[in-house]
């Protein structure tokens, strides 16, 4: 894992405000401070027996690891546990004891009402799930989940879910189409209709939310919110796993959190968004098992994205979603005095850093007036917000698509001779956390993540120490 100071750097960069951890890291929790970003911490399914039969374990547990960094960091729920039914299932039985010996410690310290307390559960916890209507959880766990679904619903808090129609198309042997699991548009006869209520599904996640809701009302539960705690698509694969593509990432990404944003809800839910965590911040290289175990994230390890989500449709979420990427240069055949009366404003009062001009520095060559004001009136222009007032400059600037940038001169918001975003890459992220904690997920080994989680309308992050 990259230095939590790196690692907020990039979520601050990205305006990710939404952060999940998948433990409680003191050094993660400590750099998370006064940031304003909003944090899910874990209890890691190893520490789940022990606080599960004891208070006074949940009681310190609260105390070291939330009283101890509240209100500096937003902490705004715990995550007990993740996908215990099928990681742990012997721990299942102390799993609810759990979640209110941390709720108790939470009331003690008058926490209970800003910090809310849930157990993401893996989707398979739910049988025929399609059509939604029909679905019910697994029975044999029915005496943990009646007991966990009167909490959720006592307490005001959300069932949390892992989603991942990735593997639900590759384990359907073809009885999933590619692009229902993409979000893909599909024509009214391609759509997935469910037989009961007749309604039409066009794609696998919105199926999986409406099952778990019925799932619930199964139960006689039918006020309880769901939360997507995890979901994806992997960019790189096996041979075994073609799908596994930076193309269908993209998609999955991009129309995922257009669908959210766009508050689309889901049939049995419109207009309602589903708070969802994208699977994950950064690529996992040294994950044992299949190559698309490594291959979740959005970025490298050093903050370099991994693509460039299409995001344009819905505002500028993630810096770089560069589809509509503009630049503003100088006019050919300008007045060479008139730039160089633009270029002095821009480095004066217009307030550019213009040190990247000077000799020795990446941009001083070509030493000539066009080419020094087209840095600096591109960078006025980005840090203006690209309107287009601000590529004006008495009519010696234009607006361009073409990425002025040359050498080792790269301008803001440019790819770079890398394909690199220079207005979003953190610092060099070179250092690795010696604390990763273990958790199965389909099979795979341990891991250290951090995850990206749009909230509604916001970005948010699971992290990992």
């Not at 009167?150 to 198309?169: C, K, V």
């Not at 006689?220 to 960019?235: A, D, K, L, Q, R």
């Not at 006025?380 to 990425?403: E, L, Q, S, W």
Request: proline share 7%; glycine share 6%; with cysteine.
């Amino acid at each position: 894992m990259p230095h939590p100071t790196q690692v907020v750097a990039l979520l601050k960069a990205q305006q990710i405000r939404h952060v999940r951890l998948y433990d409680a890291d003191r050094g993660m929790l400590a750099a998370l401070a006064n940031t304003g970003i909003r944090v899910m911490v874990s209890i890691p399914n190893d520490q789940l027996l022990g606080i599960g039969q004891s208070n006074s374990t949940a009681a310190n547990w609260v105390s070291r690891n939330i009283a101890a960094h509240y209100p500096a960091t937003n902490i705004t729920a715990v995550c007990v546990g993740s996908e215990v039914f099928v990681a742990l299932p012997n721990a299942a039985s102390v799993l609810v004891n759990a979640m209110k010996y941390i709720h108790s410690a939470l009331v003690a310290s008058n926490l209970d009402n800003q910090i809310k307390v849930s157990s993401p559960l893996a989707s398979s916890i739910i049988l025929d799930s399609f059509p939604p209507s029909q679905a019910f959880f697994n029975r044999s766990w029915n005496p943990v989940m009646v007991p966990m679904l009167n909490f959720l619903q006592s307490t005001g808090s959300s069932l949390m879910l892992n989603i991942y129609p990735y593997y639900d198309y590759m384990e359907s042997n073809g009885v999933i189409p590619l692009d229902y699991a993409l979000f893909k548009p599909l024509p009214p006869t391609k759509e997935a209709v469910d037989s009961n209520t007749l309604v039409h599904y066009s794609n696998v996640f919105d199926a999986m939310v409406d099952a778990t809701y019925f799932a619930m009302a199964f139960l006689n539960f039918t006020n309880i919110p769901v939360m997507v705690t995890e979901t994806g698509w992997p960019s790189k694969g096996d041979s075994n796993e073609p799908d596994a593509t930076i193309e269908n990432a993209n998609t999955y990404n991009s129309n995922l959190i257009r669908h959210v944003i766009n508050k689309t809800g889901t049939p049995k839910h419109p207009g309602i968004a589903v708070s969802t965590y994208i699977y994950e911040l950064y690529n996992e290289d040294l994950k044992p098992g299949l190559i698309s175990e490594k291959n979740w994230g959005l970025f490298d390890v050093n903050g370099d994205p991994i693509y460039i989500l299409r995001l344009t449709d819905s505002g500028s979420l993630l810096a770089n979603d560069t589809t509509n990427q503009t630049y503003c240069t100088a006019k050919e055949g300008a007045d060479p005095k008139m730039l160089q009366a633009a270029l002095d404003w821009a480095c004066g009062p217009g307030k550019v850093d213009c040190s990247q001009l000077l000799q020795g520095k990446p941009c001083y060559e070509p030493d000539n007036v066009i080419a020094h004001a087209t840095y600096a009136l591109d960078t006025y222009y980005h840090r203006m917000g690209k309107t287009p007032d601000a590529c004006d400059f008495n009519g010696v600037a234009d607006i361009t698509t073409t990425d002025p940038s040359h050498g080792s001169c790269i301008f803001p918001g440019s790819h770079g001779r890398n394909g690199t975003m220079v207005n979003i890459t953190a610092p060099s992220m070179n250092s690795m956390s010696s604390n990763s904690p273990g958790r199965n997920f389909y099979g795979g080994g341990g891991f250290a993540s951090v995850f990206v989680v749009i909230k509604v309308m916001l970005w948010s992050v699971i992290l990992v120490g």
